[in-house]
């Protein structure tokens, strides 16, 4: 038995761990479905798969139990893959390396997958447990939560009898969360066209490293630097300054995180080759300076690999790295109506040469559908000025917060009785799959809670072990709290 499953709650750990040696990137689950579902066959407890992927465990009521409202315990089983650059690791084969690393479980140089991994396993936990009380239990595994939201999408009326969902994808202990962000995605694209590489030149390549990255939602609003952006601003300056000529321009990996690595492989006159390493030099140094608060490991590296027999057009440059320049990022609007809580927000997230075309993706998030289209046209006009192609695609709505939500005060009450101080009810600025269930079964009701997990989406992705335990003590207290029907 691994550290890991040693840990408290067991149940839950044990299970979490089994998940970790499970490949579960987006869009490839098949073989943690496979799991889940033989997992639940050993059980005897009745597994669907419906259409899309999702898959639906049902439970009878424990003795006494009947009576209740019928709950919906619910988890993705996808999990964002990403790695440190020097870390040797295959998201679709190789299993995640979990270790304690004093209070926090994190991982060997990739994301951990708590998120939503912890919250999968608490609810399996709960269908293996034969000593916790609850109602009719049914529990909803989705697919393709960090990609795209597909699970959520397909889900179709009729397949689920519960009154109640207990969402289990939240990031911090003592915060209940009402309400979540609404997004859509963004794809631009723009036609490259290609010179000769001038006489007299040098190829290099320019990365940029080290940056902390993380959820574009949680922590868009710690002010870490956008590996994209950062990258792209020297390169303009370059353009500018030293006559340097494009060959490549990549950065980030997916659009829901933010990006910690950039690259860009260029040509650069013989006779301003210093005057680029000096400018660089300057550059690194004031970005380290004026990000010290936050990004304490930035670091560029330039090399000269190989040769290159053709460039980018000294136009399209142009064009591309003062579109990506202009483009917004970050926070656009903090809300109005909740203390604290981002109302807006844009995260250009990747950027990628692919042959004749240059793509770059962005996720815009917002509590408001407005604020979301406000942030859609101030991206559709800099890149239609461009003249790009922009496409949006997946848009999903917020969960619009119920203040009179039921549920919400049994969780507010049962929190308070078994920790003595009253949670914060909260709206989060992350994507939630909650709004998109209200369009298949409107009446139900939700409340999102989970441990405290810092850094999801990043290498650096943790989860803080006592907060799991009260974690696991509120929900089983919830499921016991839960009124007649």
Known sequence: MSD????????????FDSICAIPRPSKHEEKV?????????????????DKVGNLI???????????????????????VPQKNADTQHDFLTDPIRPYIDGDWVTAEG????????????SALAVLASNDIPHGPLEVLVTIDEEAGMTGAFGLETGWLEGDIL???????????????AGGIDGSVTFDLDFDTVP????????????????????????GRANANKLLVRFLLTASDSFGIRLTELNGGSLRNAIPREANASFIVPNAQIEPLKAALDDYLQTIRHNLAGVETDIDMLLISPETFETCWSQDKQNTILRALNACPNGVIRMSDDIEGIVETSLNLGVMRCKGPKFVALTLIRSLHDDGRLEAQQMVQSVFELAQAKIEFSGAYPGWKPD?????????????????????????????????????????????????????PHSPDEKVEIATVGQYWQLLVAVLAAIPAK
Not at 62 to 76: F, S, Y
Not at 170 to 180: F, K, T
Not at 203 to 214: E, R, Y
Request: charged share 20%.
């Open 199 to 222: 006489a007299d030149s040098q190829a290099f390549n320019l990365s940029i490293s080290g940056l902390k990255g993380g959820h574009s939602g949680v922590d868009i609003h710690t």
């Open 33 to 49: 479905s496979a799991w889940i579902q033989n997992w639940a066959k050993e059980l005897d407890l009745t597994v669907k798969e």
């Open 110 to 121: 990739t994301t951990l997958g708590a998120d939503n991994g912890i919250g999968l396993a």
């Open 166 to 180: 207990i969402n289990t994808d939240s990031e911090q202990e003592g915060e209940v969360y009402m309400g979540c």
């Open 4 to 15: 890991i499953a040693k840990l408290q709650p067991q149940g839950l750990w044990q299970i």
């Open 57 to 79: 465990i049902s439970k009878g009521a424990t003795a006494g139990m009947e009576d209740r409202k019928g709950v919906i315990l619910q988890a993705h089983m996808d999990m």
């Open 403 to 455: 203040t009179s939500s039921a549920i919400m005060q049994v969780v507010r009450d049962t929190y308070q009785g078994l920790f003595n101080k009253i949670p914060e009810i909260m709206v989060i600025h992350a994507g939630l799959e909650c709004g998109l269930f209200k369009t298949a079964y409107p009446h139900w009701d939700m409340v999102s809670f989970g441990p405290t997990i810092k850094f």
